[in-house]
């Protein structure tokens, strides 16, 4: 069944390094991919999508190439700050009749240090 | 824009007492919400498929009769946790699904809300 793998956390880094959490799924066809991202004592807010190979998604200096190849969409961010200290979340989207029934990854939990 | 509402955020109850949570949709109808629990440092686990109008469609291993899901309008949705016990006790997440022009799909999370039954 359709599925996602991200990797565990949590990721501890200083801030201005660079962020890179991976991410795979399972699924048949082209699913829509997302990152999610949840702060402390909040719900999940949508970081970034794509819904086609090669495409990528960009949102506050966060971004993903959706890879068919290796069907992947790791998330990555040049220079972190301590404001992006959360869990990130890797979601699908399946191409079927279920196309709203989302599947999660376990999420990452990221530390920024100043 | 696609702002989802949860009230209450924190609720505490006695054991056996039930619990009623509102999901809405602010700015958007929704013919689809999803109810998901979470449980400490973990990820969200689906529970239930909740379409306007009809049935709510529930996971493998959700209690339909326990987690009771209306979904009276289109931006309305509620899960009422019935006779709750301490196992219940969770963080409980709604969604509602947005289609866009395009036909693709982007699910809007609510705040959450936190049961904590004593």
């Known amino acids: 069944g359709d599925s996602v793998t991200q990797m565990e956390g949590p990721v501890t880094l200083s801030e201005e390094a660079c962020l890179t959490i991976n991410c795979t799924y399972t699924a048949t066809g082209y699913p829509s991919l997302f990152w999610y991202v949840q702060y402390p004592g909040e719900g999940l807010q949508l970081l970034l999508k794509?819904?086609?190979?090669?495409d990528k998604g960009s949102n506050k200096g966060f971004e993903a190439t959706y890879r068919k190849e290796t069907t992947s969409f790791h998330l990555e961010k040049g220079s972190v700050q301590v404001s992006d200290s959360a869990v990130y979340f890797c979601?699908?989207?399946?191409?079927?009749?279920?196309?709203?029934?989302?599947?999660f990854g376990s999420g990452t939990k990221l530390n920024v240090k100043p | 824009g696609a702002v989802v509402s949860q009230h209450p955020s924190w609720v505490i109850c006695k054991s056996g007492t039930s619990v009623k949570i509102e999901c809405r949709s602010l700015d958007f109808q929704a013919t689809t919400m999803f109810w998901y629990r979470q449980f400490p440092k973990q990820s969200l686990m689906l529970m239930a498929t909740s379409n306007e109008g009809s049935k709510a469609t529930y996971e493998q291993g959700v209690e339909k009769d326990k987690f009771l899901i209306n979904h009276a309008s289109l931006t309305l949705s509620t899960l009422t946790v019935t006779s709750a016990h301490p196992e219940d006790s969770s963080f409980y997440i709604c969604?509602?699904?947005?289609?866009?022009?395009?036909?693709?799909?982007?699910?809007?999370f609510g705040p959450g809300t936190r049961l904590t039954v004593l």
């Open positions: 794509a819904t086609k190979a090669d």
């Open positions: 979601a699908l989207s399946p191409p079927t009749e279920d196309f709203n029934k989302f599947y």
């Open positions: 969604s509602a699904s947005l289609v866009t022009g395009s036909g693709t799909d982007t699910q809007y």
